[in-house]
């Protein structure tokens, strides 16, 4: 029982969120880099805001090959429970490219990568809050051209 909770300890810990001050701006992102990452976010994205950019907020990271970025809602794409909409893209031959199929993000209160890796991207694993006392934790993991829910 110890372990169990020291190990439930531990992979909520490792989780991470982007948070307030990770903007556009702050990542380092040209406009035209914004406008392409914000054209396939709105494809997804379950509602609307006056302002992509207030809205989301954005976070470069290692996905293993190459260079990334997590993009999250803030409010309006995020529900009651503290989950939010979050997107991942990486940067393939100067284009920023969703790696869910379709677009389709997963809703998560946190996020984080690895251990492991397929085809050379990191393994990306979420959690969900459903209740006060449960999360599901899923594991994503990348078939060469988009994440999958893996075993």
Known sequence: MVVALSVAVLAAAQLQTVGASETFSAAKL????????????EQSAYD?????????RVRRVDVGSGQGLVVSGTKLL????????????LNTNGRWVSL???????IAEGFQ???GASHGVKDLTTSTNS???R???TTYRFDGKVYRVGP
Do not use: M, R, Y
């Not at 406008?35 to 396939?40: D, G, L, M």
């Not at 609307?48 to 989301?56: A, G, H, K, Y």
């Not at 995020?78 to 893209?89: D, E, K, L, Y």
């Not at 869910?100 to 997963?106: A, I, K, Q």
């Open 113 to 115: 990568f690895g251990p």
């Open 131 to 133: 209740s006060a006392e």
């Open 135 to 137: 999360s599901k934790h």
């Open 48 to 56: 609307t805001p006056d302002s992509w950019e207030q809205e989301l």
């Open 100 to 106: 869910f199929e379709g677009g389709d993000p997963p």
């Open 78 to 89: 995020c529900g009651a429970t503290g989950n939010c909409q979050i997107w991942v893209f």
């Open 30 to 41: 040209s406009a035209n880099e914004t406008q392409e990452i914000v054209a396939a976010i």
